[in-house]
């Protein structure tokens, strides 16, 4: 059996078929094997939310836990045992919607933690309301006219709050994204990773097809993530082009130090 495959647990995954969940799972067992880390020294704490099953599907020790409040549950479990590597797993309503101001808590303190956000700009679990970074004039059940609010731009508030460690990734990419998130769980402080996700039951908008016009690979256009401020402006950019990989990174104390 691989070492990705040992990581599997006896809980069969109940996703629907073609959710970016999946690259997900895939790209969370693979970093972990990958960087050879004992599953008896991982925790994967969750909210609520398709996300949010997630810790069920890996055999390391998993927290399932309340709506918004993965970040407080793992921060207090980092605090307890600095030998853990605790890894974050939430959605865009856990974690910038209901879970916002642990959010922001949890960056600026820069808890020593992981944070993979399955960012797929809608509720699905409660099958298809608008989110928090449902783009203006999205059309859901709870907004037939089209959103009239202006989407949260996740990455945006990671930096403005003093953020180390601020990535982003797409399910379609489960390479690149596991590269992400190793470096996310070596990374001093809160490694962040903004993961676009397509919800392919509820968004008909942000789909594989739509991302794979639009996004691109940060590293290879020369971009160094060294300048908070030139991260500030990368972060703004959403739409016909959006970033891929590491907008920022630095070195700095980590809470509990
Ligand atoms: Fe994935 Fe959407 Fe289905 Fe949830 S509702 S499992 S996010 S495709
Ligand atoms: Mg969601």
Redesign the pocket.
Same mark, same amino acid.
């Given at each position: 059996m691989s070492p990705v495959d040992e990581l599997r647990s006896a809980t069969i995954p109940d996703? !629907?078929p073609? !959710?970016?969940?999946y690259a997900i799972v895939m790209s969370v067992k693979a970093a972990i094997a990958e960087l050879n880390l004992d599953p008896k020294d991982v925790l994967i704490v969750s909210g609520i939310g398709?996300?949010s099953k997630l810790p069920h599907y890996v055999q390391t020790y998993g927290f399932h836990g309340i709506h918004g409040r993965p970040l407080p549950i793992a921060t207090g479990a980092k605090l307890a045992n600095h030998g853990l590597k605790v890894i974050v797993i939430s959605g865009d309503g856990d974690c910038y919607g209901i879970g916002m101001s642990h959010f922001i808590h949890a960056v600026r303190r820069n808890v020593d933690l992981a944070l993979v956000v399955?960012d &797929?700009q809608?509720y699905?679990?409660t =099958?298809?309301q608008t989110s928090p970074t449902s783009d203006f004039g999205f059309k859901t059940k709870t907004t037939p006219s089209g959103s009239i609010e202006n989407a949260v731009r996740p990455l945006s508030l990671a930096i403005a709050a003093g953020g180390t460690f601020v990535s982003r990734g797409l399910a379609g990419n489960p390479k690149h994204l596991t590269g992400l998130i190793k470096e996310a769980i070596q990374h001093r402080g809160t490694g962040f990773v903004d993961v676009l996700?397509? !919800?392919? =039951?509820? &968004?008909k908008v942000n789909t594989y097809a739509w991302y794979r016009e639009r996004a691109y690979d940060l590293a290879l256009t020369g971009y160094q993530p060294t300048d908070r401020a030139a991260a500030a402006e990368k972060a703004r950019e959403w739409g016909d082009k959006i970033p891929l990989g590491l907008l920022f990174k630095e070195e700095k104390p980590v809470y509990g130090d």
């Open positions: 996703w !629907c073609g !959710c970016g969940d398709c996300s399955h &797929n809608i699905g679990l =099958t298809g996700q397509p !919800c392919v =039951t509820f &968004n």
